[in-house]
């Protein structure tokens, strides 16, 4: 069974203070690692998509990394924008679109 | 471009009540369709995905049941409501071929009383 397990679960952060998020996985033959941005009370935006180690994407103040067990979402100097719920997810190659989800990180950033 | 609709956005219900959420999508063709519930402080679990008209596929055992009238439509419905369904409804899609990304919708935040 696919897993997928996120730390922290909550990150409280001064403005600027950079910082990573974790995202362990579990899955045999994955086909993609997805990091999505949720605001509260509101669908999630998807963000990044990571299909092989060592494979990196940036985004403004965002960068995602993949190993062979974890992803790392970097926020460089966040700004209260940032301020969010991320999700990551895995899909593995022989569960057609299927996605496995970990329970998120509640990222506030305070001016 | 494409878009992605849900309603209704909000939604309180009595328990035993029936059931009935609506998706469309906008801007493509024979998509992908999935529903997920989000439960209070817990991650996104999926409930049923379609890979065409009439093409169901559930993932959860339990008391809902979906379906696909349209191309571009998902209905997430329900006989009789209980209190455990309550929690934050999401409808995604994704292109039937090539890419895996999956969009989500707004959301139907969905309480049973």
């Known amino acids: 069974e696919d897993q997928v397990t996120q730390s922290p679960e909550a990150l409280r952060l001064q403005e600027g203070e950079s910082s990573s998020l974790n995202c362990s996985y579990t899955?045999?033959?994955?086909?993609?690692l997805f990091w999505y941005r949720q605001d509260p009370g509101k669908g999630p935006e998807f963000l990044f998509t990571?299909?092989?180690a060592g494979e990196e994407k940036e985004k403004e103040r965002l960068k995602a990394t993949l190993t062979k067990k974890e992803s790392f979402l970097h926020i460089t100097a966040p700004k209260p924008e940032d301020s969010a719920t991320y999700l990551c997810?895995?899909?593995?190659?022989?569960?057609?679109?299927?996605?496995?989800f970990g329970g998120g990180t509640r990222v506030l950033v305070k001016p | 471009s494409q878009t992605i609709h849900q309603w209704p956005a909000t939604l309180v219900q009595p328990v035993g009540s029936p059931l009935s959420l609506e998706c469309t999508v906008e801007?493509?063709?024979?998509?992908?369709l999935y529903w997920y519930r989000q439960a209070a402080g817990r991650g996104l679990q999926l409930l049923f995905y379609?890979?065409?008209?009439?093409?169901i596929s559930s993932e959860v055992p339990q008391n809902l049941s979906a379906s696909r009238p349209q191309d571009r439509q998902f209905i997430l419905s329900s006989k009789k409501l209980l209190l455990s369904d309550s929690g934050f409804y999401l409808c995604?899609?994704?292109f039937g071929s090539g890419t895996d990304t999956q969009y989500f919708g707004p959301g139907t935040r969905l309480t049973v009383l």
């Open positions: 995604a899609w994704s």
């Open positions: 899955v045999s033959g994955l086909r993609g």
């Open positions: 990571l299909y092989s």
């Open positions: 997810a895995v899909q593995r190659g022989a569960a057609g679109n299927k996605l496995t």
């Open positions: 801007g493509t063709s024979n998509p992908n």
């Open positions: 379609s890979v065409g008209i009439g093409q």
